[in-house]
């Protein structure tokens, strides 16, 4: 799901290349790495698993159109192929605005594409999306092969609805970024079409009325929100965390709440860095900022509060921003659907 920061005056949309192992999608994600200008794309991050790669990067075009005054910045994600790595393809796939479906050219692989088109229908389906609705382009990778199908017989099994597809060949870079730009304009108008940005700056500021008026209340500290969910949220015992938090990662929700209410905020900060760590165990092996970006949780976030709970002090607005970062993570572990992973 896009996300908006109104100071930035910037979008975030998240673009997934999916499709079946080895087909490319690695390749097409370092091509488009490496022609993007240092200045303007984030770190390139990768989180391995036995057989296949989970990568990801930000980056922001120079040249493309904005959503109302917004500019927009892609975050760009492969994901693992493999049929047996279905739960991490969930998470990623999470959140989505839009996919680049990279199908392996090659005759052999005709089942294995057919297999993952279906699974990303499905997994779309999970999150209540459907295909026919959602911004898809097709790569047809690997046209270099001796052994690659035509065009025409992949497009009658993968692209019945005819989105836009394009040959590539990710090794020597053809056609990959041809795919990026279609993608790219169909998220945008799709976002366009969802009205997810705030309404336009005004052009020139209202003059300042003469008449005196009552100064408004100042907003209220993270803290103070935190403990008004505490205090006010009797349908569930722990507000919104109490609702999304998923198996076992309620019981150390509860201490956290617990810790909170008792004002023993050291123990709380490290109940919250505890409860984020096993949240953080969804996305696979890695440092804690790249395990962050892949969930979807402020990797700045993260580092902060494992910070806090290496101290040996803490005070109330550290505690209330643990909370905070905790619930942030259970949400996001809930939305996918997923299981701890100890279970």
């Known amino acids: 799901m896009s996300t908006v920061n109104v100071i930035a005056r910037e979008l975030a949309a998240k673009v997934v290349f999916y ?38 990067f930000d980056f922001l075009p120079v040249k493309v159109e904005r959503v109302g005054d917004f500019s ?18 969930k998470l990623v796939l999470q959140g989505a605005d839009g996919v680049v479906f990279v199908a392996d050219s090659q005759a052999a692989a005709e089942d294995s594409n057919l297999e993952s088109m279906r699974n990303l229908e499905e997994n779309l389906a999970e999150q209540g999306v459907r295909i026919e609705r959602f911004p898809l382009v097709l790569q047809y990778n690997k046209r270099d092969t001796p052994t690659a199908v035509s065009v025409e ?68 500290g993270l803290e103070t929100q935190i403990q008004q969910h505490l205090e006010t949220g ?21 201490v956290a709440d617990q810790t909170f209410r008792a004002r023993e905020y050291v123990d709380c900060v490290r109940a919250c860095a505890e409860g984020l760590k096993r949240a953080l165990a969804f996305a696979g092996d890695g440092p804690p900022g790249a395990q962050a970006y892949l969930l979807g949780v402020d990797g700045r976030d993260v580092l902060q509060l494992l910070a806090l709970a290496s101290r040996e002090h803490a005070r109330m607005d550290d505690a209330a921003f643990g909370l905070s970062v905790l619930m942030q993570a259970l949400a996001r572990c809930s939305a996918a659907g997923l299981p701890h992973p100890d279970e």
């Open 72 to 89: 927009v910045r892609l975050a760009l994600y492969t994901v693992p192929g493999q049929v047996f790595y279905n739960a991490t393809r």
């Open 234 to 254: 009797a349908a569930a015992e722990l507000g919104p965390a109490g609702a999304l938090a998923p198996g076992v990662l309620l019981d150390v929700a509860k």
């Open 153 to 220: 017989r992949l497009r009658e099994l993968l692209n019945p609805r005819g989105v836009p597809d394009f040959e590539t060949c990710a090794t020597s870079g053809q056609g990959i970024l041809d795919a990026l730009k279609a993608i790219m304009r169909l998220v945008i108008r799709d976002l366009r079409g969802k009205k997810v940005v705030p309404p336009a700056r005004p052009s020139s500021p209202k003059p300042a009325s003469p008449a005196k008026s009552a100064p408004e209340p100042a907003v209220a």
């Open 19 to 56: 499709g079946p192992g080895l087909s490319g999608k690695t390749t097409s994600l370092k091509r488009i790495y490496d022609t993007v200008k240092p200045a303007h794309r984030g770190e390139l991050m990768s989180l391995p698993t036995e057989a296949d790669r989970t990568l990801f």
